[in-house]
């Protein structure tokens, strides 16, 4: 069965440093989203992208959070300047169509030191 | 903003029971996801739903829209159901996450 995919699994960095984080959507979907959720929280919305650009993003994804799909596969997640309170399990979805059911990759654990 | 609650927020139950979860969200939704999140961190989605009640295995879930509440039952509950279960309403193109329920189910 098709899934999603994400890499790294767990990411540590130091404080400043540029983070990306990778997922391979499933290949007949057209949305995509990215998701982090703090140790011990719920879940939150951080951006969602259909066509090439963004659809909707919430007030967490400010100007040091930016999205890509470079290829025709890899969607991306890069954090240009990482903080102590970016440490989080970072997930990856994708649907067919908005509204739809989105599948979930595993998620990346992004550890800033 | 969508404000997401889930009742209650811990359920322990014995194997076997019927168990059920309650979301309620306070602005108009055009779907609802039901997600399971595992111990590990993973997530999978269930259920989405807008209207009335779908059913899987043992698991059903329902919606009532002008109500604006939904609740994931889980008939014949077994060990393996222990997870934390999300409901996610669908406002605009955007989903808003409950705190979650955590079920423990002791054999």
């Known amino acids: 069965e098709p899934e999603v995919t994400q890499t790294p699994s767990h990411q540590v960095t130091q404080m400043g440093q540029e983070v990306i984080l990778r997922c391979v959507p499933i290949?007949?979907?057209?949305?995509f989203y990215w998701y982090r959720q703090i140790l011990g929280q719920k879940v939150e919305f951080l951006v969602s992208?259909?066509?090439?650009?963004?659809?909707?993003k919430s007030e967490i994804f400010d100007d040091q959070f930016s999205v890509e799909r470079p290829d025709g596969s890899n969607f991306t997640l890069k954090i240009r300047s990482t903080k102590l309170e970016d440490s989080a399990m970072y997930f990856c979805?994708?649907?067919?169509?908005?509204?739809?059911?989105?599948?979930f990759g595993p998620g990346t654990r992004l550890t800033v030191l | 903003k969508n404000e997401v609650e889930q009742s209650p927020q811990n359920l322990t139950a014995q194997e076997g029971e019927f168990i059920t979860i309650n979301c309620s969200y306070s602005v108009g939704i055009s779907a609802l996801h039901w997600l399971q999140q595992h111990p590990g961190g993973g997530i999978v989605s269930l259920f989405m739903l807008s209207s009335g009640k779908k059913k899987h295995g043992r698991l059903i879930a329902t919606i009532n829209i002008q109500e604006k509440h939904s609740s994931l039952h889980i008939t014949a509950s077994h060990p393996r159901d222990s997870a934390v279960y999300i409901c996610a309403p669908l406002t605009g193109n955007q989903f808003y996450f409950g705190t979650g329920t955590s079920l423990t189910v002791i054999p």
């Open positions: 992208f259909y066509n090439n650009e963004i659809s909707e």
């Open positions: 979805a994708s649907s067919v169509e908005t509204g739809n059911t989105q599948y």
């Open positions: 290949s007949n979907h057209l949305y």
